[in-house]
Antibody, heavy 113, light 112 residues
Framework: QVQLVQSGAEVKKPGASVKVSCKASGYTFTSYGINWVRQAPGQGLEWMGWISGYNGNTNYPQKVQGRVTMTTDTSTSTAYMELRSLRSDDTAVYYC??????WGQGTLVTVSS | QSVLTQPPSVSGAPGQRVTISCTGSSSNIGAGYDVHWYQQLPGTAPKLLIYGNSNRPLGVPDRFSGSKSGTSASLAISGLQAEDEADYFCQSYDSSLSGSWVFGGGTKLTVL
């Protein structure tokens, strides 16, 4: 069965960077892309971007363009999302999702001085 | 501000029927993109409830139904149960944002 397993919680200081991983199993990694979605405490869901599992093409929304980089490692079927210049309002649970049905368990990123 | 608009909250008594609306625009729902609905319990990842406007994944009770018309979609929950108390989100795609995922702000369902 399709599984997406994410890395553990992170605590970062403002201005730092964080890199969250999402290890896929149960399907051919290069046949699907991976979306990243975040949810700030008590807030709604926000799409952070998409990366192709086939060729690494990416699509980022304007809001995070320039601060986010998504990559993949096809040898380990793992997708990564790096967010730089962290601010307190980046505190959120970050999810990877292959499609609406298959989501990772989420990774809490806390940005605090 | 979310791209799709949902009411912040709805409520109903056990056994009743409630509906949650999701309003978009001509660049997302109105452009013909599918709408999906998620249920989120506290501390958990969103769980797909309805996909492709009106389809239920295996295991989702038929008390949950979805529909779409024009630039809007709706989720209906009949025979409300206490366990239905959760947050509900709609999701679609947007052509002005290169096919990105767009979400509603979420609706808190309270079972009275």
């Amino acid at each position: 069965q399709v599984q997406l397993v994410q890395s553990g919680a992170e605590v970062k200081k403002p201005g730092a960077s964080v890199k969250v991983s999402c290890k896929a199993s149960g399907y051919t990694f290069t046949s699907y892309g991976i979306n990243w979605v975040r949810q700030a405490p008590g807030q709604g869901l926000e799409w952070m971007g998409w990366i192709s599992g086939y060729n690494g093409n990416t699509n980022y929304p304007q809001k995070v363009q320039g601060r986010v980089t998504m990559t993949t490692d096809t040898s380990t079927s793992t997708a990564y999302m790096e967010l730089r210049s962290l601010r307190s309002d980046d505190t959120a649970v970050y999810y990877c999702a292959r499609d609406p049905y298959h989501w990772g368990q989420g990774t809490l990123v806390t940005v605090s001085s | 501000q979310s791209v799709l608009t949902q009411p912040p909250s709805v409520s109903g008594a056990p056994g009743q029927r409630v509906t949650i609306s999701c309003t978009g625009s001509s660049s997302n729902i109105g452009a013909g993109y599918d709408v999906h609905w998620y249920q989120q319990l506290p501390g958990t990842a969103p769980k797909l409830l309805i996909y492709g406007n009106s389809n239920r994944p295996l295991g989702v009770p038929d008390r949950f139904s979805g529909s779409k018309s024009g630039t809007s979609a709706s989720l209906a929950i009949s025979g409300l149960q206490a366990e239905d108390e959760a947050d509900y989100f709609c999701q679609s795609y947007d052509s002005s944002l290169s096919g990105s995922w767009v979400f509603g702000g979420g609706t808190k369902l309270t079972v009275l």
